[in-house]
């Protein structure tokens, strides 16, 4: 599909969630709830939501029965928890830091401010204030200046007493995908999911959907990893909800024009599940 005719994800769109698959649900429940300040909404035997009780958001997904890998493995390795205000960040760190939790040193982006900590079974997530909703927009954000810079540690207040909540409105701000394939990487989510690419270098890329006020942003990162087997801890599939039936249809089409099948529509239930490179699985569903 030439440039000209591409596909456009619906600028309204934003994740729903990220679906783990994790060897020990229990500790990794306890540890999303005790150290990142995120909720039980639901609790079963073999899954575990967690989110946001405030506005009963679901933004993580726990499901049992991963195995672990001896060899880390491409695919979703990283995801953002984008909270409202920078001081959320640093009452978040310095709750890490009390309880011995390895953070990061302090990155900046054309867009945000945050940490990396990693959970008890590797995967990194990324805790940072997201400033493009809280901007006027033309004044001081730019997608194009994604890569992280180091930022001065700033000074963090006292630890609380407790593990702080994460407040709404807290989102899942964006995704880091590892993968050899960097270039049908980035292809696939440009022109077959409809992002729009704002930056690239020989060994990353970085594509956003939506604007300064709603948006969310895939990073592809090439790393020379073997693909991960289906059964293996780490990010199984993320959830995106998209505003109505025409941007389905949309999204159909365009498979069908790129001629890309390795997808499955479920049209009782309105989702959409795509499959890409080194198990990039998103399901589409609609708000």
Do not use: C
């Amino acid at each position: 599909m030439s440039k000209m005719t591409q596909m456009m994800l619906n600028p309204s769109s934003r994740i729903g969630f990220v679906a783990l698959r994790v060897h020990d649900l229990t500790v990794m429940r306890a540890w999303y709830v005790q150290m990142l300040g995120l909720e039980v909404l639901q609790d079963s035997r073999h899954q575990v939501l967690l989110g946001l009780q405030a506005n009963h958001r679901v933004l993580l997904l726990l499901e049992g029965g991963g195995n672990i890998s001896k060899t880390p493995t491409a695919g979703l390795s990283a995801f953002a928890l984008s909270v409202p205000t920078l001081p959320v960040v640093l009452k978040q760190v310095a709750w890490l830091h009390a309880q011995g939790v390895a953070v990061s040193p302090w990155f900046k982006t054309g867009f945000s401010r945050g940490v990396r900590v990693n959970d008890p079974e590797g995967n990194e997530v990324i805790l940072e204030y997201d400033e493009g909703p809280r901007l006027v927009v033309g004044h001081g954000y730019n997608f194009t200046d994604a890569a992280g810079k180091p930022l001065p540690t700033p000074h963090l207040p006292k630890a609380p007493r407790r593990a702080p909540l994460l407040p709404p409105p807290s989102f899942i701000g964006r995704l880091v995908v590892e993968t050899p394939a960097l270039m049908a990487t980035i292809d696939h989510v440009q022109n077959t999911l409809g992002f729009i690419l704002q930056q690239k270098t020989p060994n990353w890329g970085y594509l956003t959907v939506g604007d300064n006020t709603m948006h969310f942003g895939i990073e592809v990162v090439k790393r020379q990893l073997g693909p991960r087997p289906a059964d293996v801890i780490g990010a199984h599939y993320v959830s995106v909800i998209i505003p109505n039936h025409s941007m389905m249809n949309l999204l159909q089409l365009n498979l069908q024009t790129r001629g890309w099948i390795d997808f499955d529509y479920d049209a009782a239930n309105d989702y959409l599940m795509i499959d890409g490179p080194n198990h990039l699985t998103l399901w589409f569903s609609i708000a």
